[in-house]
């Protein structure tokens, strides 16, 4: 049965996509702790992260890290954050998280509500500046 994850990646679910190719895929996150809250996944079902072959966790992380430029110049912040807990869909993925101070990351805290036109808006600005 494919992940929630895998059926956003396959556009079977609907999405803020930002970037992908034919390895990997980036999107809005629907709860985000800020603006350009972004995850990033491998469209290869692995749950954890660190199960992932060692081609796919560097091909992960190299394509995380133009995401991350991405949004940095995209979204006005002074780094952009990395998380990985993948507890919550059993499909790795990365949080990317543009920072102001680091309490921004914060996964506990209350989650932004944006409209759907806020959403278009910082993916389409986020995907601008993405470089394949």
């Known amino acids: 049965m494919a992940t929630i994850f895998s059926k956003i990646a396959a556009g079977e679910i609907p999405s803020y996509k930002v970037a992908e190719d034919d390895r990997f895929f980036a999107f ?37 890290k133009k995401v991350a430029e991405a949004i940095k110049r995209a979204i006005p912040c002074k780094r952009v954050g990395v998380a990985v807990l993948g507890m919550e869909v059993p499909h790795a993925h990365i949080h990317l998280v543009p920072l102001q101070k680091e309490s921004d990351m914060d996964f506990r805290a209350d989650k932004k509500q944006l409209t759907p036109e806020r959403f278009k808006e910082i993916a389409s600005a986020i995907a601008a500046e993405f470089k394949n």
């Open 28 to 64: 809005l996150d629907i709860n985000p702790m800020v603006e350009g809250h972004t995850l990033v996944i491998p469209r290869k079902e692995v749950d954890y992260i660190f199960d992932l072959d060692d081609e796919t966790y560097r091909g992960l992380t190299a394509f995380a």
